[in-house]
């Protein structure tokens, strides 16, 4: 794993971009809820359950033009993820909301995450967004990064989801805010 951040490089993807990287995109989401990511998904979780998120859920709604995905690449590698929605509701067209940020295992505390998190937000403001919206598991690492990025904090939810590793217990999630 290479640190050196004048290699990392970011694209945004068009569904067809997306489509042609199913597998790196599948292996990327495997090996974050593998790694006790909270992002929707408990284990068991098979790489190809991972590729059929991206098919069915995101690549329509990028090729829709309603999800920006963006990847990062490290040494060609995809190492990281994030997507914006700007599927909001006819009373909420200044507002966004941040989807699945991940970044692999193997590339965490690089700056990826915080990298793409810059992206997103600067996309969102060429759209004509102004607020930016997201939840995470209360108490994860990504909790932090958010608010030194100037995320507020609302509040929590109790039992919001099941933890990936111990589908007996419940986790928080905490919801957060950016006037941008």
Sequence with gaps: MSKDHASLELTLLTADDAAAHLPALGELLHACVQGGASVSFVLPYSPDEAQAFWRAKVLPAVAGGKLALWVARQDGRIAGSVQLDSDTPPNQPHRAEVRKLLVHPDYRRCGIARRLMREA?????????????????????????????????????????????????????????KRI
Excluded: C, N, W
């Design 121 to 177: 937000e600067a996309h969102a403001v060429r759209i004509g967004r102004s607020l930016i919206t997201l939840d995470t598991r209360t108490g994860d690492s990504a909790e932090p990064l958010y608010a030194s990025l100037g995320y507020v904090t609302v509040g929590q939810i109790p039992d919001f989801s099941r933890d990936p590793h111990d589908a007996g217990k419940l986790d928080a999630t905490t919801i957060m805010y």
